[in-house]
T-cell receptor, first 112, second 114 residues
């Protein structure tokens, strides 16, 4: 079946460090891929998305490239800030059944 | 637009009590869903609805009921609360487009069952 695997957290970095949060997926067909972010005490909100292979989603300095050959959608940011501390969820969408498949989430902690 | 709203924000129940978590959206989205979020388990789908009058079970439906009498509202009912239902509950509505979809989440309801 379809699934999403994220690296386990928490991930702890210093301010201005480079961030990578790994996400790999298993899917039959051609899913759309998403990163959602959940700031402390809030609901989830869409961070970025990519709908086909080699697409790059970007927002707020974060980027992720849809890699079909490696079935990956890793989240990256060149210089993180304390305000980026949050839980990040990778997800895939299959329009065959209108369902979102979620990763378990990765908690990111940025220290000043 | 208010987006997706949820009430209450916090609730404490005793085992066996019943309650309804309210969810409303003003974006005219057909698709709505309820998730629970537990540490280390990400989001798990409880129930979803593809339109008024239509509901279906998700991954973890036991102990919960839903109804969808209008496009705007999608309440979640706990019939007889159990400690295993202690969690954070998120309601979401979904905008489906040709290339995929975007979900809009409410702020969540934190539920503690004693």
């Amino acid at each position: 079946g379809n699934s999403v695997t994220q690296m386990e957290g928490p991930v702890t970095l210093s301010e201005e460090a480079f961030l990578t949060i790994n996400c790999t997926y298993t899917a039959t067909g051609y899913p759309s891929l998403f990163w959602y972010v959940q700031y402390p005490g809030e609901g989830l909100q869409l961070l970025l998305k990519a709908t086909k292979a080699d697409d790059k989603g970007s927002n707020k300095g974060f980027e992720a490239t849809y890699r079909k050959e490696t079935t990956s959608f890793h989240l990256e940011k060149g210089s993180v800030q304390v305000s980026d501390s949050a839980v990040y969820f990778c997800a895939l969408y299959m329009d065959s059944n209108y369902q979102l498949i979620w990763g378990a989430g990765t908690k990111l902690i940025i220290k000043p | 637009n208010a987006g997706v709203t949820q009430t209450p924000k916090f609730q404490v129940l005793k085992t066996g009590q019943s309650m309804t978590l309210q969810c409303a959206q003003d974006m005219n989205h057909e698709y709505m869903s309820w998730y629970r979020q537990d540490p280390g388990m990400g989001l798990r789908l409880i129930h979803y609805s593809v339109g008024a009058g239509i509901t279906d079970q998700g991954e973890v439906p036991n102990g919960y009921n839903v109804s969808r009498s209008t496009t705007e509202d999608f309440p979640l009912r706990l019939l007889s609360a159990a400690p295993s239902q202690t969690s954070v509950y998120f309601c979401a509505s979904r905008e489906i487009q040709g290339w995929g979809e975007t979900q809009y989440f409410g702020p969540g309801t934190r539920l503690l069952v004693l």
